[in-house]
């Protein structure tokens, strides 16, 4: 289960910090992001984290946006700088699981945290 907070109405130019909390098994998580979505727009990638550390993050944020993480909270962070009017949206936390059937067959699965609105003025 994941759990978002942070999100807030900021002017352009300002800062905003979200967390993501996973609990349950989060020991099976491979992988742990944000994504954001406008309306009548697709949900896009922001920035991901894997287990091992490498991150990922999307153009428009690349620079701006930094996603980090606390393993011994299983908290995820995307810390956001010089945020844009176009960052308004609303942000969704999502891990990627990966666990094992009794047979050894990989199992794969997605979880998603309920949205934070980010509003961005200009």
């Known amino acids: 289960q994941l759990q978002a907070s942070g999100g807030g109405l900021v002017q352009a130019g300002g800062s905003l910090r979200l967390s993501c909390a996973a609990s349950?098994?989060?020991?099976?998580?491979?992988?742990m992001g944000w994504y954001r979505q406008v309306p009548a727009k697709q949900r896009e990638l922001v920035a991901n984290?894997?287990?091992?550390?490498?991150?990922d993050y999307a153009d428009s944020v690349k620079g701006r946006f930094t996603i980090s993480r606390d393993s011994a909270k299983n908290t995820v962070y995307l810390q956001m700088n010089n945020l844009k009017f176009e960052d308004t949206a609303v942000y969704y936390c999502?891990?990627?699981?990966?666990?094992?059937?009794?047979?050894?067959?990989?199992?794969?699965?997605?979880?998603w945290g309920q949205g934070t609105q980010v509003t961005v003025s200009s």
């Open positions: 999502h891990a990627d699981s990966l666990q094992w059937t009794d047979s050894g067959e990989p199992v794969v699965s997605a979880s």
């Open positions: 349950g098994s989060s020991s099976s998580i491979t992988g």
């Open positions: 984290i894997l287990r091992g550390g490498k991150t």
